[in-house]
C-alpha cells in the first residue's frame, strides 16, 4: 500500500475522532440541560402557562412564573419561562426546576435516556468507520468503503441493540416519574 494513503487515512481517522469530541462534548451539557439535570437547582412557581395550538393539530405549552434558587434564603425574584411544559399547570403551582440562562427545566428522565442513546448512537457509528480506517492506516490493510460501512453497521447494530435492551429501563423510569 502506498504510504501517502496511509498517511492520509490516519488523518482522516484522527479527524472524524476529534469531530466526535467536539460535538459529543456539548451535545452531551446541552442534553443534560434539556432533560432538567443541570443548571441551578431551586423552585419555579408558575404565574401564567399558554398552550399555542400548531396548524398540523400538535402544539407546546409555555410557563412563566418566578424562580427561587435553593441556595438563597431571600427569593431571586426573576421571571423565567419552563418551556416546554409537560401540561398546564394552575397559577402559583410550585414545581422542583434548574435554571439555565432564562430558561428553567423540570427533570424529564425519559428525555435524558434517548437523548444519551442518541448521542452514543451517532458517535459510536462514526467512530467504529474511524476505526477501520485508523486500522487499514496502521495495518497497510486494504480498505474498502465496505470495509467501513460494515464497522459502521456493526457499530450501530450494536447501539440497537443497547437501546432495545435498555427499553424496560425506559419505561419503568417513565412510570415511576
Known amino acids: 500500500m502506498k504510504p501517502l494513503l496511509r498517511v492520509v487515512q490516519a488523518v482522516v481517522a484522527s479527524a472524524l475522532v476529534g469531530i466526535v ?18 443548571g441551578e437547582p431551586g423552585t419555579f412557581q408558575v404565574n401564567r402557562c399558554v398552550q399555542e395550538e400548531l396548524p398540523d393539530g400538535g402544539g407546546t405549552i409555555s410557563c412563566t ?12 425574584g426573576a ?16 414545581l422542583a426546576v434548574r435554571q439555565v440562562r432564562d430558561n428553567v427545566y ?10 444519551i442513546e442518541v448521542m452514543v448512537g451517532l458517535s459510536v457509528g462514526v467512530l467504529a468507520f474511524a476505526g477501520s480506517l485508523g486500522f487499514a492506516a496502521a495495518t497497510g490493510a486494504k480498505w474498502t468503503f465496505g470495509l467501513g460501512f460494515r464497522c459502521l ?4 447494530f450494536g447501539v440497537f441493540a443497547l437501546a432495545v435492551a435498555s427499553v424496560p429501563v425506559v419505561a419503568v423510569v417513565f412510570w415511576v416519574t
Open 153 to 156: 453497521g456493526a457499530g450501530y
Open 79 to 94: 421571571v423565567v419561562e419552563l418551556i416546554p411544559a409537560d401540561e398546564v399547570y394552575g397559577d402559583n403551582t410550585t
Open 106 to 115: 423540570t427533570p424529564r428522565p425519559w428525555h435524558r435516556i434517548l437523548g
Open 65 to 76: 412564573g418566578r424562580f427561587d434558587p435553593d441556595n438563597s434564603a431571600a427569593s431571586s
Open 21 to 38: 469530541v467536539w460535538v459529543a462534548v456539548p451535545l452531551w451539557f446541552h442534553i443534560q440541560e434539556e432533560a432538567g439535570y443541570r
